[in-house]
C-alpha cells in the first residue's frame, strides 16, 4: 500500500480557505484517494474520495493532479467546529485487498 | 439504523487477562475492519474481513485474533492482555456497491486499559 505524507499541523482563521496537501508517490494505478476528519473520542468520518482530476461534495473539494502523486484537501471558509484531525489515505482498490491505511494525520486548528 | 455499534464502551484488564471487542453493524456491509489507536497517532488496521467466515491480518495483527461467524458481527478477541494493548479500539465496515461505496463507517470505538 502506498504510503502517504501530510503536514502535521496546520492552523487557520475562521472564514478563511483551508488547503491540506498529501504526498502519495508510490499510488498504484488502482488505489482511490480518500479523506478522513476525527474529532477527538469519536471514530474517523469520510470526508470525500476521488480518482483524478477534481472532486467536490458540499463539505470539500478534491483536487488531484494527473500523476496523482499528491492531492489537496479543499476547506472552504472554515469554522470553529473544523478543528479536527484530517487523514490522506490510499488505497481501497483490489490491488491493496480492499485495505486503508492511516497515516498521523494533519490536526487542523481552525482559531477565532 | 444504529450504523455501527461497539461493545463495551471501557474496559480495565489486568496483564494476562482476555476479553473479545464485539463490533455489530446493521447496514448488510461485507467489509468490517479493526484499529487500534494509540494518543497522539493514526489508526492501524489490526485484522479486517471482507465477508461472512473470512479474515485477514492488517498491520499489527499480533496478540489478537477475530471472528466473523455472523455478517453483521466482527470479534476481536485478546487471549492474553498487555500494557501495550492499552489503546482506544475502533470497529468500521464498509458497502461494496451503491453510492456509499468505498467509504467506511466507524463506530464510537472502546476505550481498553490494560494494568
Known amino acids: 500500500l502506498a504510503k502517504t505524507t501530510q503536514p502535521i499541523s496546520m492552523d487557520s482563521y475562521e472564514g478563511q480557505e483551508v488547503n491540506i496537501t498529501c504526498s502519495h508517490n508510490?499510488?498504484?494505478?488502482?488505489?482511490?484517494i480518500t479523506w478522513y476528519q476525527q474529532f477527538p473520542s469519536q471514530g474517523p468520518r469520510f470526508i470525500i474520495q476521488?480518482?483524478?482530476t477534481k472532486v467536490t461534495n458540499e463539505v470539500a473539494s478534491l483536487f488531484i493532479p494527473a500523476d496523482r502523486k499528491s492531492s489537496t484537501l479543499s476547506l472552504p471558509r472554515v469554522s470553529l467546529s473544523d478543528t479536527a484531525v484530517y487523514y490522506c489515505?490510499?488505497?481501497?482498490?483490489?490491488?491493496?485487498?480492499?485495505?486503508?491505511?492511516f497515516g498521523s494525520g494533519t490536526r487542523l486548528l481552525v482559531r477565532p | 439504523n444504529a450504523g455501527v455499534t461497539q461493545t463495551p464502551k471501557f474496559r480495565v484488564l489486568k496483564t494476562g487477562q482476555s476479553m473479545t471487542l464485539l463490533c455489530a453493524q446493521d447496514?448488510?456491509?461485507?467489509?468490517m475492519y479493526w484499529y487500534r489507536q494509540d494518543p497522539g497517532m493514526g489508526l492501524r488496521l489490526i485484522h479486517y474481513?471482507?465477508?461472512?467466515?473470512?479474515?485477514a491480518k492488517g498491520e499489527v495483527p499480533d496478540g489478537y485474533n477475530v471472528s466473523r461467524l455472523k455478517k453483521q458481527n466482527f470479534l476481536l478477541g485478546l487471549e492474553s492482555a498487555a500494557p501495550s494493548q492499552t489503546s482506544v479500539y475502533f470497529c468500521?465496515?464498509?458497502?461494496?456497491?451503491?453510492?456509499?461505496?468505498?467509504?467506511?463507517?466507524f463506530g464510537p470505538g472502546t476505550r481498553l486499559t490494560v494494568l
Open positions: 476521488g480518482y483524478k
Open positions: 468500521a465496515s464498509r458497502p461494496t456497491s451503491g453510492s456509499s461505496y468505498n467509504e467506511q463507517f
Open positions: 447496514m448488510n456491509h461485507e467489509y
Open positions: 489515505l490510499v488505497g481501497d482498490g483490489p490491488d491493496s485487498s480492499y485495505k486503508l491505511i
Open positions: 508510490n499510488i498504484a494505478t488502482n488505489d482511490y
Open positions: 474481513s471482507v465477508g461472512e467466515g473470512t479474515t
